[in-house]
Structures are given as structure tokens and as C-alpha cells.
């Protein structure tokens, strides 16, 4: 017997409590995680304090030995298409600071825990317009509904196109399209994106009470009959 033992893994009933306000999460008994990302039960509005959440959540997630597939996705009809009035009011108050905090350290870990802390198959649901969508673009499978459109905002805010979305759209869609895509704020379609390589699915979902829940049980759906052909 060692005479230290192992720190304990998360525990999904601690931090899927931990991160409810940002995500929504759900567990199969086969670990296949639901994480939905939302804002008051809506659609995602971006803040800086749901920036720094996505790299903690991926850390977090990636460190849970039970979880086998993550599902990544937005609330609602819209991924992200919107900033909390007042979510920026930090940066604002210090910018000097924030610059780095949130521009930088937290732009930086959100892309790498994505890529280096998950270490398990994930698929990316793009459940509506938005941008930032490096986070389900960067996934292994990226599914995406019918209505969602892709594009970066940042030229159309005076700022360089950058913070992650720009290695996602130079990997998938090559230099000078992506070059385009960045610079004019192009919205890319579903089905363009399909015909791009972007997303691997375009999926017209059922019709549900709540909106956007029809394209989650799609994905869910997809996840199982996956494992049951290709995973088990």
C-alpha cells in the first residue's frame, strides 16, 4: 500500500453545481456529458466572467475519469449572438488588467483546455447564429442546426480578428478564405458550411416546446447510435 493516496477526481454532482450558472449539465450512466451552455436559461450572453468559466468547466470535465463523450452547446435558438449589458463592466473599470486577464490568459486557456485537457471524444452542437464558434468548431465532430450561422464579429467592433476563432477558421477553411472570413465579418451559412468542411452534419430538428431543445435530443440521439456502431 502507497503511503500517499490519489487526490480525489471532480465529482459530477459537486461541479455540475458549481458551474450551473453557466452550463447546464446532464449525465448518461454510459458517461456521455450534455453541457449547455446558457445565460439565465437563455442563449449566451457574453461576459467576462462566462469567458473564464469555459477553460474552468474544460479543465474540470476533462479531469472526471467517468465522463466518455462531452456534448457541447448553446441554449435556445441563438449560440451566441449577444454581450451581458453590464459583462464587460470589469474590464471597463480596469483595463490594463482585464486586458491581460481576459483577452489573454483566459482567451489562451479557454482554446487550450479544449484541445490539451479534454482527452475524450467531443462534439460541438452550433444550435443557432453566434459567434465565438471556435469552442463547437474545435471539437472532434461539430454538428450544426439548420438556422446557425458562423461568423466573427470582431472587425465589425474595431478589433483584430483573433481570440481563438481565427486558428479554427485558418484550419478548417484554409488561409485566404479564412483571411476573408475574418476580415469582412462573412456570415457563413450551415449549409456552406457543411459544403466547407466547417461542420460535419447539418441537422433540421423536430419541433420542441423549448426552443433549441429539439437540435440537444438530435445530438443525443447521434451520440447514441454512434456508440452503439462505432464506440462500444
Known sequence: MSLQQFVPAPRFE?????????????????????????????????????????????????????????????????????????????????????ACEYAYKDGRINV??????????????????????EIVLMCDITLAAAGATIFDLHDDIGSVPADGIHNAFQELLGVKRAAYALLTGEAISAEQALEWGMVNEVHIAKKRAVPGEGHIRSTVDYVREGRKNNFD
Open 112 to 133: 487550450s483546455a479544449l484541445v490539451n485537457d479534454l482527452e475524450i471524444p467531443a462534439i460541438g452542437l452550433m444550435n443557432g447564429p453566434g459567434f465565438h464558434s
Open 14 to 98: 459537486e461541479y455540475s453545481e458549481r458551474f450551473r450558472d453557466f452550463y447546464r449539465m446532464s449525465r448518461r450512466e454510459d458517461g456521455v456529458l450534455l453541457v449547455e451552455a446558457h445565460t439565465n436559461g437563455g442563449p449566451i450572453q457574453l461576459s467576462v466572467e462566462n469567458h473564464r468559466s469555459l477553460g474552468q468547466m474544460l479543465k474540470t470535465v476533462g479531469a472526471d475519469p467517468v465522463n466518455e463523450i462531452l456534448i457541447f452547446s448553446g441554449s435556445g435558438d441563438e449560440f451566441m449572438m449577444g454581450s451581458d449589458p453590464e459583462g464587460f463592466a470589469l474590464e471597463e473599470a480596469d483595463m490594463e488588467y482585464w
